[in-house]
């Protein structure tokens, strides 16, 4: 949701597609974000458009993530990169804060791509029931600051890969 660069989430959903082993659909669609703006914050509560992306019924996917380009937050955190309900379908992420100029750093559309990618991919975890892992390069590990999503890689450790394997089965017929 909001406009994206020619290219840049078709590049996301083929490198989704091959980290899960699943077909990636971009669908565009259209909310009004107004109602869940916090004057106060200026910032969007994540929690309000999770549950209105998660309501948006689409028997077709198995899972969907909607993507943002605004800053997010959730009540008890400054901040967010992307929320998601466990083990649910829908997850959210948004690139507001993935961006170098957010910390006055030259822009870098590669860093910008990877970052992103990598916030959907856990956030995508998430839906499959995944939690957060210790392990320091895997995508599941938290991320308080972007730093954090640059120190891992955009791909399931070992562990979450077996778990993931586990529970991917149960969606697919």
Do not use: W
């Not at 899972?63 to 379908?89: E, N």
């Amino acid at each position: 949701l909001g406009h994206f660069e020619n290219g840049f989430l078709e590049k996301i959903a083929g490198e989704v597609a091959h980290e899960f082993l699943l077909p990636v659909t971009i669908e565009e669609s259209h909310i009004d974000l107004s109602e869940f703006y916090d004057p106060m914050r200026r910032q969007y509560d994540g929690n309000g458009i999770l549950k209105e992306i998660d309501s948006i019924a689409s028997a077709q996917f198995i899972k969907k993530v909607g993507l943002f380009r605004v800053d997010l937050f959730i009540p008890i955190l400054t901040y967010i990169f992307g929320q998601a309900i466990l083990s649910g379908t829908t997850g959210i992420a948004s690139l507001y804060r993935l961006r170098n100029e957010q910390y006055g750093m030259k822009k870098d559309e590669d860093l910008l791509l990877d970052r992103f990618r990598k916030v959907i991919i856990h956030e995508l975890g998430h839906t499959f029931g995944l939690i957060h892992c210790h392990i320091p390069t895997c995508v599941m590990r938290s991320s308080t600051y972007v730093e954090d999503i640059d120190q891992k890689s955009s791909n399931l450790c070992i562990g979450c890969r077996n778990s993931m394997k586990l529970m991917k089965g149960s969606f697919i017929s």
